[in-house]
Nanobody, 125 residues
Framework: VQLQASGGGLVQAGGSLRLSCAASGRTRNSINMAWFRQAPGKEREFVAVIKRAGGITAYADSVKGRFTISRDNTENTVFLQMNSLKPEDTAVYYC???????????????????WGQGTLVTVSS
């Protein structure tokens, strides 16, 4: 499975961005897809995940109510709509995927087999 993330950029605080991550390769059974982010000098952290079946989602507390994860199963693409952005949202955002992850592990970056290259989001104050 190959993941290609896009949509990052520079935005002012309070603004919005939409990230996309397209999956290709052996995705015939659909896959669980997630977003993580890594700010300068910090550990990579979980942002959001959407399950492969049923569209069940989960979010980090820091983004609940501001970010929305969604997917287009026909295109195996996941989106992250980010609203009301804050300077602390500045980070490289990575999409991740896994075909068999158990739900209790979805916030664990080490549970994912596939990673995209990352896209930089910069929020200015």
């Amino acid at each position: 499975v190959q993941l290609q993330a896009s949509g990052g950029g520079l935005v002012q605080a309070g603004g919005s961005l939409r990230l996309s991550c397209a999956a290709s390769g052996r995705t015939r059974n659909s896959i669980n897809m997630a977003w993580f982010r890594q700010a300068p000098g910090k550990e990579r952290e979980f942002v959001a995940v959407i399950k492969r079946a049923g569209g069940i989602t989960a979010y980090a507390d820091s983004v609940k109510g501001r970010f929305t994860i969604s997917r287009d199963n026909t295109e195996n693409t996941v989106f992250l709509q980010m609203n009301s952005l804050k300077p602390e949202d500045t980070a490289v955002y990575y999409c991740a995927a896994d075909q068999s992850i158990i739900w209790s592990e979805v916030k664990n970056q080490y549970a994912y087999d596939y990673w995209g290259q990352g896209t930089l989001v910069t929020v200015s104050s």
